[in-house]
């Protein structure tokens, strides 16, 4: 198959999203398929091949990619590109996907995950992997996401709901009970999150949510393992347990190796349960398809907290659907054709 790999963006996970496509077109290469691999948003403005060629590059693409892990200085990255549309598709990127009998979408935050991308494949009839443009919607944006998990009675920290700007911040400090944590509503890889243990800290963490938003959810603190659990097709996948360090499960510990990850999760059958059922509920709910992953906090006294669910994970060596993937004997290579195989049956294409 001619598969484009779209990565990139401009997406606070900009450079998660380049190892993730980076990973998926090598190991589709490696099982035959004719893959090659762009940036959605700067596409082939910078690359000496046309991109309905691309396929037949000797490396895939995989050489024009960056390889960093630090978190990208968007405007420096909108400056960048010559042509100064304000089209999210860069130069060449939709013939480049027109040309493909499938794109895979190793996107990641806002640029690929909130819908927009999927809506414009649809409209142009061009197949894609993952969940649909009102799905993907509906689950970016965690406040959706709570109306959705209450009305499916999915337990899930309490939350308010605010938009504010510079001037807010002493009012919502004051209407605002801590312990919370704060979350821009369309944050990802943890930015725009915010752990508040005091009243003192919550002026400084509003402040910092604003770099990425001001549209926030806040919730109360709950106290409990680290668990995400996987759906793949319409079956749940074995949970994952995250053991932070003492700093937590931020950007810089998930993408540069400061944390641990033990999959299968050492949890009880009855446990393993709960987390799956409830991911498969709200999968089903916000009408999602093909994969996702849902993360949880699981209680001392046996209760989970659904807080988000993600509707294109993490395909990097360390991503967790990966980890899950392989312990039911999917490997890597396997579960990128699981995926396409899918997304080609949920769009009708054979």
């Not at 400056?79 to 480049?96: E, H």
């Not at 009998?101 to 894609?128: K, N, S, T, W």
């Not at 969940?131 to 959705?148: L, N, P």
Request: charged share 20%; aromatic share 6%.
């Amino acid at each position: 198959m001619k598969i484009a790999v779209l990565a990139g963006g401009l997406s606070t996970e900009r450079n998660i999203s380049f190892i993730s496509g980076s990973n998926v077109c090598r190991a589709l290469r490696e099982r035959g398929h004719r893959a090659a691999v762009a940036d959605l948003f700067l596409g082939f403005e910078s690359v000496e091949v046309a991109p309905e060629m691309a396929f037949d590059a000797p490396d895939g693409l995989l050489s024009t990619i960056p390889t960093g892990r630090e978190e990208p200085d968007l405007e420096a990255i909108r400056a960048s590109r010559k042509d100064q549309s304000a089209s999210i598709f860069g130069p060449g990127v939709l013939d480049f996907c027109k040309a493909a009998d499938v794109v895979f979408l190793a996107l990641h935050g806002q640029c690929g995950e909130d819908g927009r991308v999927q809506a414009a494949f649809d409209l142009m009839g061009i197949p894609y992997t993952g969940a649909d443009y009102r799905s993907s919607a509906m689950a970016m944006d965690k406040a959706i996401t709570k109306v959705m998990m209450e009305s499916a009675g999915i337990l899930t920290p309490r939350w308010q709901e605010f938009t504010y700007g510079q001037e807010d911040i002493p009012a919502l400090c004051a209407q605002i009970q801590c312990p919370c944590v704060v979350k821009v509503v369309t944050g990802g890889s943890s930015l725009g999150v915010q752990v508040v243990d005091t009243a003192q800290m919550l002026g400084a963490a509003l402040q910092q949510c604003l770099k990425y938003g001001n549209h926030i959810v806040v919730e109360e603190k709950i106290e409990g393992r680290e668990l995400t659990c996987g759906v793949l097709g319409d079956r749940y996948l074995p949970a994952v347990e995250i053991i932070p360090d003492e700093a937590g499960y931020d950007y810089q510990n998930k993408y540069n190796g400061a944390t641990r990850e033990i999959c299968p999760a050492p949890i009880t059958e009855e446990e393993q349960r709960l987390l799956g059922e409830t991911t498969l509920k709200l999968y089903h709910k916000l009408g999602l398809s093909v994969y996702s992953r849902a993360d949880f906090l699981l209680t001392e006294d046996g209760r989970a907290y659904c807080l988000e669910i993600n509707t294109l994970p993490g395909m990097t060596p360390t991503s967790l659907i990966p980890q899950e993937a392989a312990a039911v004997g999917i490997s890597y290579g396997e579960l990128c054709e699981q995926i396409i195989a899918l997304s080609l049956q949920e769009r009708g294409v054979r």
